[in-house]
């Protein structure tokens, strides 16, 4: 269905296109006679710079698998893209399947296909998943790879990090290297082994000090769902400070960052409170087919414009493209669709200021048997699908899947040809509607809450976010105050005055997060809630 949103944009999206071909220009690439990059990237304010030369991080995420390698004698690790991709995957993670198979000459060769593949979509770096720690394991040691290789603090996990895992990770950055991308590397955390998590960092930062394809250690992804505990905001703080730390200690020149979701996730994980370089925010459509409700995208980005004073970007979007099923609160759509939202959420993150952006992912992924999200049972936000087919590229590699667009139909290259950062776009996100904004849950409007949160001086706090968990029917409600302080919490058909025992939740950036039982906040008349004080957080 095309809507006058998608208008707008396409012809928002060839004017850049236009623009960027009119000037015929080419961001500056640092590299030596050897195709070796010259410098780190580095940050200038919300800018990331290569050398002198403003550096627009444009991402594709990109997952592998490790796996353990018996040959000439010899245990080690070595690679294949991920299993999911394959399109005979049947949920044996362990199985290998042609022509992905046991021989690490040929996966490697794959995987170095694949990522001139993506620096011919117009990326300019690549977010790596698959070196993270696991603890999935239960009945091993519960710090693995998950090729339950042990990564754990110990004799053999350390001899493993160090000859094995490190190593490997030199020859992917090397890989990409070759093919002109750098590299942001999802680490992720087990926030409670913290002897065996630090260790890995350290060691991880020492033996990769001096790779300058590598721009960034993802220390954590989405704690929103992977978190094994109930934190408060001094305990997540902590935790990130000692891996930034750790990291910064070993390798100065290398950045961090932390894969966040949006405004759900601050009264646990605040962005503001994070010790990092910037901040990745995982940002999804919302709705069911067709793109219905761009206007809720576009209301993260909002928030995050308007609250955030710290550099950040896309660290994932995209769009499936699944066909007969509705992922939980997310977007499916056909091929068109998703070249649509490319431009869109291009044009939009810039608008909100956001310093670089990423797209999930490279090729769609079955999920494993029994996993299943919304009625998906497929993760079709690929721009190569799974299909049993090869397409040659233009190196005359044979890739397995088939390309859903036209590589020069895709806006990832103009964009950044684009001067992203010089953009009048930049910066400069109209708000939603209200209707929308304030109900972001896109709640019907047949019951509600209203109440003010202000500060210890009594002055309104915007911005904030209020959250109602409903036990019964396990729905969450949200909305953020006006500039007011007021909110007006929609709540659907439950009357929540009576029942007293539910408790919201009330937080802001740099805030203390509130967990109120309804009874201590209600007086008892209309559908007012008290005035709600909220201290920041020290």
């Known amino acids: 269905m095309i809507t006058k949103n998608k208008i707008l944009f396409f012809y928002i999206s060839l004017i850049t296109l236009f623009s960027a071909c009119r000037e015929g220009y080419s961001p500056k690439i640092n590299i030596d006679n050897e195709g070796k990059f010259l410098n780190y990237i580095s940050m200038d304010g919300k800018k990331f710079k290569d050398g002198e030369s403003d550096f627009y991080p444009m991402i594709m995420n990109y997952s592998i698998h490790t796996r353990k390698l018996f040959e000439n004698n010899t245990n080690g690790v070595y690679i294949t893209p991920r299993a999911e991709y394959h399109p005979k995957y049947d949920g044996e993670f362990f199985k290998t399947l042609y022509p992905w198979g046991s021989d690490s000459a040929v996966t490697h060769s794959i995987i170095k296909s694949h990522f001139k593949t993506i620096k011919e979509m117009g990326f300019n770096t690549i977010r790596i998943t698959g070196f993270a720690a696991t603890d999935f394991f239960k009945d091993e040691v519960g710090f693995h790879s998950w090729s339950k290789i042990n990564m754990s603090n110990s004799t053999e996990g350390n001899k493993n990090i160090v000859n094995g895992i490190i190593p490997l990770i030199k020859t992917v950055?090397?890989?990409?290297?070759?093919?002109?991308?750098?590299?942001?590397?999802?680490?992720?955390?087990?926030?409670?082994?913290?002897d065996n998590q630090l260790n890995l960092y350290s060691k991880l930062a020492q033996g990769l000090k001096n790779e300058k394809a590598?721009?960034?250690?993802?220390?954590?992804?989405?704690?929103?769902?992977?978190?094994?505990?109930?934190?408060?905001?001094k305990q997540t703080k902590a935790f990130v400070e000692s891996y930034s730390s750790t990291i910064k200690k070993e390798a100065p020149n290398h950045l961090t960052t932390i894969g966040l979701s949006h405004y759900k996730i601050v009264h646990e994980w605040d962005p503001e409170l994070m010790a990092v370089d910037?901040?990745?925010f995982h940002i999804y459509p919302y709705g069911s087919k067709n793109l219905n409700n761009l206007e809720r995208f576009d209301s993260k980005l909002y928030w995050i414009n308007k609250n955030i004073t710290k550099p950040w970007i896309i660290g994932e979007t995209g769009l499936n493209t699944a066909e007969n099923c509705v992922p939980l609160n997310l977007s499916c759509g056909n091929y068109s669709d998703q070249l649509f939202f490319m431009s869109y959420s291009l044009n939009k993150s810039r608008s909100a200021g956001s310093s670089g952006y990423s797209w999930w992912c490279f090729q769609d992924l079955k999920f494993p048997p029994k996993k299943i999200e919304g009625t998906c049972s497929v993760s079709d936000y690929g721009l190569l699908n799974r299909k049993d087919t090869f397409f040659l590229t233009s190196n005359g590699d044979t890739i397995l899947g088939e390309l859903k667009h036209n590589i020069k139909?895709?806006?990832?290259?103009?964009?950044?040809?684009?001067?992203?950062?010089?953009?009048?776009?930049?910066?400069d996100i109209a708000k939603p509607n209200d209707s929308i904004y304030y109900n972001i849950d896109y709640l019907?409007?047949?019951?509600?809450?209203?109440?003010?949160?202000?500060?210890e001086k009594r002055a309104p706090v915007q911005g904030a976010i209020i959250t109602l968990h409903n036990p019964a029917s396990n729905s969450?409600?949200?909305?953020?105050?006006?500039?007011?302080?007021?909110?007006?919490?929609?709540?659907?058909?439950?009357?929540?005055?009576?029942?007293?025992?539910?408790?919201?939740?009330?937080?802001?950036?740099?805030?203390?997060?509130?967990?109120?039982?309804?009874?201590?906040?209600?007086?008892?008349?209309?559908?007012?809630f008290k005035d709600i004080v909220l201290k920041r957080f020290n």
């Open 173 to 194: 950055l090397s890989y990409a290297e070759e093919s002109g991308l750098r590299v942001v590397l999802l680490i992720s955390a087990i926030e409670d082994q913290p």
């Open 214 to 233: 590598l721009m960034a250690y993802d220390i954590y992804n989405e704690p929103l769902y992977f978190d094994r505990g109930n934190y408060t905001k």
């Open 278 to 280: 910037f901040l990745s």
């Open 409 to 427: 139909t895709l806006p990832f290259e103009k964009f950044v040809n684009d001067h992203p950062y010089k953009s009048k776009y930049w910066d």
């Open 444 to 455: 019907p409007n047949h019951k509600k809450a209203v109440g003010k949160i202000i500060n």
């Open 476 to 528: 969450t409600y949200s909305t953020f105050t006006k500039p007011d302080g007021s909110f007006e919490l929609k709540t659907g058909w439950t009357n929540i005055f009576t029942k007293l025992d539910f408790k919201l939740k009330v937080t802001a950036v740099k805030m203390e997060t509130l967990e109120i039982p309804l009874k201590e906040i209600y007086e008892g008349e209309g559908n007012i």
